[in-house]
């Protein structure tokens, strides 16, 4: 079973950049980051399919965050720029094996192993 294990979140100010880190015990198919703020359901931020490294972001994303893989350290980023304080989340990394029922790249039911989560706080 692949193990995911977040890091790099913290505070910044609005305007800030953060980069998370996603160590993989082993390959998975997909690697999303998904996040949840207080009180509201957990969603799909930014995907890489790990093979071709073909990526695909949430419109609220779209231009300040990038999603990369590197194969050597077999981890994923998430680098964050122009960060927003509705940023603020707790910020989780998803791993997809190939052949899980698939039900949308930003569906969480397509993932079935999922990272502790790391908080992300922007303050205005």
């Known amino acids: 079973q692949v193990q995911l294990v977040e890091s790099g979140g913290g505070s910044v100010q609005a305007g800030g950049s953060l980069r998370l880190s996603c160590a993989a015990s082993?390959?998975?198919?997909?690697v999303a980051w998904f996040r949840q703020p207080p009180g509201n359901e957990r969603e799909g931020v930014a995907v890489i399919h790990i093979g071709t490294g073909i990526t695909y972001y949430a419109d609220s994303v779209k231009g300040r965050f990038t999603i990369s893989h590197d194969n050597a350290k077999n981890t994923v980023y998430l680098q964050m720029n122009s960060l927003k304080p509705e940023d603020s989340a707790v910020y989780y990394c998803?791993?997809?094996?190939?052949?899980?029922?698939?039900?949308?790249?930003?569906?969480?039911?397509?993932?079935?192993?999922w990272g502790q989560g790391t908080q992300v706080t922007v303050s205005s």
């Open positions: 082993a390959s998975a198919h997909y």
């Open positions: 998803a791993g997809r094996p190939n052949g899980l029922p698939f039900f949308g790249h930003f569906r969480r039911e397509s993932y079935n192993i």
